[in-house]
């Protein structure tokens, strides 16, 4: 959990006790406060399944704005693992992998297609030159159903390097296995066949060749805010996550991750502001929640710390997805990295499931695969490996191994 500077963030932790069930809603007032004194309580509502409705108000001021709440509570006092079991046994780091790698690869067969051909397609199921595809696209005629692209194997390959350094991050090693990923091919979906590469990462790769140190290599101009950072964040958003990392600290090191192929700020920005909301997603799994705390209360803390130019880049994002009436055919088709994160953060927010957040996403088009790898990532995170639809994970390529090195991952991570 990344820690706010002066105020705890509420989250279900082994500590966590239910104090009540609210039995018209089935919900469960919750607290993390050992006090001895009920009416001082700091208190959270949610379901079963950890998801948050409500939080951070003090017992004693829930009773004074509802009274009849009172009459409905059903006391209880007991942990909340005793109301779910699973609950701390689901990884995020394993299910957001596999959710990255699952979006990945469903959006593969459709990239670079325009919206409204991806629309009138409508895929249900992973799709590849195995299935006997009715359209043509880039990848359509070479790549079999459930192989994912360059936005997860660089992923995968950051983790890689930060397991082998027992969860120290060392850059230029981050971008020597980019290397083997692409010149090597180690990482990939389809043994020894790399594929995906953008031109952003390809003249990073020749500016480490050259000699510049790998925090350095991202191109700083404007043009250079392509996806390609935000694609592969997530091993590095999730290090700040189970490192409880303050925002500032957090910050720091996005702003060094994404640099890596991505040097302007819009870029730092994007992957700062996905960092921000996949961890109130985790906590909270509530979007709508997550959305209020993690970017629009977020707003300020940035203004002091990035330019006018960057925020106003992410205007539709700070100001506008959340609206129920905001037409999403307003988000641009592009590998713009706004436009990327913007799409992602629409696609969970008015989504209620993984599955439905997946199609979505490829549904804006264009850059189908990194749009729904962003997704993926943040979604299965949240709605853990049981929300992804098995189906999809029948075709995932490689998904023992992807599960193997988020456990790896999340195990040199939560070392003290």
Not at 152 to 164: E, F, K, N, Y
Request: glycine letters at 12%; one cysteine or more; charged letters at 25%.
């Amino acid at each position: 959990m990344i820690r706010s500077e002066g105020r705890e963030k509420l989250s279900i932790r082994r500590d966590t006790r239910v104090l009540y069930r609210h039995k018209g809603r089935g919900r469960y007032l919750l607290t993390n406060d050992r006090g001895p004194e009920p009416a001082r309580y700091r208190m959270f509502e949610a379901d079963k399944n950890g998801r948050f409705s409500m939080e951070g108000l003090l017992l004693g001021s829930i009773a004074a704005h509802d009274p009849c709440l009172v009459s409905q509570l059903e006391k209880l006092d007991c942990a909340f693992e005793e109301i779910d079991p699973d609950y701390f046994d689901q990884d995020p780091v394993v299910s957001g992998l596999i959710g990255q790698a699952v979006g990945d690869a469903f959006g593969v067969p459709v990239e670079f297609l325009d919206r409204r051909t991806v629309r009138r397609i409508g895929l249900q199921d992973m799709a590849g030159c195995d299935t006997g595809l009715k359209f043509r696209s880039r990848w359509g005629g070479m790549i079999p159903a459930g192989a994912w692209s360059d936005d997860t194997s660089m992923t995968i390959a950051a983790m890689a390097s930060i397991i082998g350094h027992e969860g120290g991050i060392d850059y230029d090693d981050i971008m020597k296995q980019f290397l083997n990923w692409w010149e090597g091919g180690e990482y990939t979906s389809l043994d020894n066949f790399p594929f995906g590469l953008g031109g952003t990462v390809d003249r990073a790769f020749h500016n480490y060749r050259r000699g510049i140190p790998a925090p350095d290599c991202g191109g700083k101009g404007f043009g250079d805010n392509g996806n390609g950072a935000l694609m592969r964040i997530f091993p590095f958003s999730m290090y700040c996550i189970l490192k409880d990392y303050t925002e500032e600290e957090t910050l720091d090191l996005i702003r060094k991750a994404s640099g890596i192929t991505h040097g302007h700020e819009i870029s730092a920005l994007g992957c700062f502001i996905y960092t921000l909301f996949l961890d109130d997603c985790i906590r909270t799994r509530n979007p709508r929640m997550a959305y209020r705390n993690a970017v629009t209360g977020m707003l300020d803390f940035c203004r002091s710390r990035f330019s006018g130019e960057a925020l106003e880049a992410y205007g539709l994002l700070f100001h506008e997805i959340g609206k129920k009436d905001f037409d999403p055919d307003t988000i641009p088709e592009s590998g713009y990295v706004v436009d990327s994160l913007t799409t992602a953060i629409y696609s969970i927010l008015h989504t209620d499931s993984y599955e439905e957040a997946i199609k979505t996403a490829v549904g804006f088009g264009y850059d189908t695969d990194t749009n729904a790898c962003i997704t993926g990532s943040i979604a299965g995170a949240m709605y853990g490996l049981g929300g992804i639809p098995d189906r999809w994970l029948k075709v995932l390529k490689k998904k023992e191994y992807l599960i193997r090195m988020g456990e790896g991952f999340s195990g040199v991570c939560r070392k003290d």
